[in-house]
């Protein structure tokens, strides 16, 4: 298979708004169109789990921008992400003509998930699996569309952030990364895009509280990810999709990370 696959990680904010949904689809379809790269979708959902959640009148909370997850809440969370956000993205792909399947990260043994810290309960640590289930999928011509539940080797469901989960099939199938959010990429103080971040700088601008909770936990997973694949990785806005190639072109879209 050719080694140019591209991975694009969709923020959750995205599910907020059926006409950027339907944009971004007609967008990526264009793009494949055009470039005929095999394509991976991981996308999020947090905002969808805020709004379920409370809805049943229970309290969540984030520590270093991870979501607390307690055990009894893993199933409700887990039909969020890999069922209401996961099919809500494959019905947009598949109204824009796309071979869609939908997976999680247990799929084919794709990501090996262990409990990532105790205090955080049912949340995951995702480190790269076997990615052939991928390649036999991206040779068919499907597009997968993956969330960010994973599976443990005891069988426990788990919640794993959906940055994380991104840059671990990325380090799988040794792919391109683009993160696009609800913003133009990583803002300074002042609200203005700055156009790339290293370590250092990351690192100052975290000390200085310029960048927080979700974009903390993107940027960390961006850095390991550029790092570990020799490669930037790019943090722009779902909002644009006409940019895509402009952005994938090296062109001046979005922030790059590099390690
Ligand atoms: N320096 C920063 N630049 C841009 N966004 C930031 C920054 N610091 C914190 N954020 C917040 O991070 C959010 C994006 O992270 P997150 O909500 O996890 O996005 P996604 O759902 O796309 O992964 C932005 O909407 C913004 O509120
Ligand atoms: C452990 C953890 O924080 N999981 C995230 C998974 C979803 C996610 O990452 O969604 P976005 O990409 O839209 O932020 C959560 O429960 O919100």
Redesign the pocket.
């Known amino acids: 298979m050719a080694n140019n696959t591209l991975i694009i990680?969709l923020?959750?904010?995205l599910l907020e708004s059926d006409e950027a949904l339907t944009a971004l689809f007609d967008g990526l379809t264009q793009f494949l169109e055009q470039q005929h790269r095999p394509l991976v979708l991981v996308?999020?959902?947090?905002?969808l789990?805020d709004d379920l959640l409370k809805g049943l009148g229970l309290k969540s909370s984030?520590k270093n921008?991870?979501?607390v997850?307690p055990f009894d809440q893993i199933p409700i969370?887990a039909g969020a992400?890999a069922g209401t956000a996961n099919k809500q993205m494959m019905a947009k792909a598949i109204q824009s003509g796309l071979k869609t399947v939908g997976l999680c990260l247990a799929d084919g043994g794709l990501c090996n998930v262990t409990q990532l810290d105790p205090e955080?309960g049912a949340?995951g640590d995702c480190q790269p699996g076997d990615a052939s289930l991928l390649h036999s999928l991206l040779d068919g011509g499907f597009l997968p569309v993956i969330s960010?539940i994973g599976i443990t080797a005891d069988g426990q469901l788990m919640?794993?952030?959906?940055?994380q989960a991104a840059t671990a099939i990325a380090e799988a199938l040794g792919a391109d990364l683009v993160m696009l959010s609800d913003v133009s990429g990583i803002l300074d103080g002042k609200g203005q895009l700055i156009s790339e971040v290293t370590p250092d700088k990351a690192e100052e601008l975290i000390a200085k509280g310029v960048i927080t909770g979700?974009m903390e936990v993107k940027v960390k997973a961006a850095l390991h990810a550029a790092a570990s694949l020799g490669r930037p990785i790019s943090v722009a806005s779902w909002r644009y999709p006409d940019q895509l190639s402009k952005l994938l072109a090296g062109g001046d879209v979005g922030t790059r990370i590099s390690a």
């Open positions: 990680k923020g959750g904010a996308h999020g959902g947090g905002c789990v984030k921008g991870l979501r997850t969370i992400l955080l949340v960010s919640n794993v952030n959906a940055d979700g």
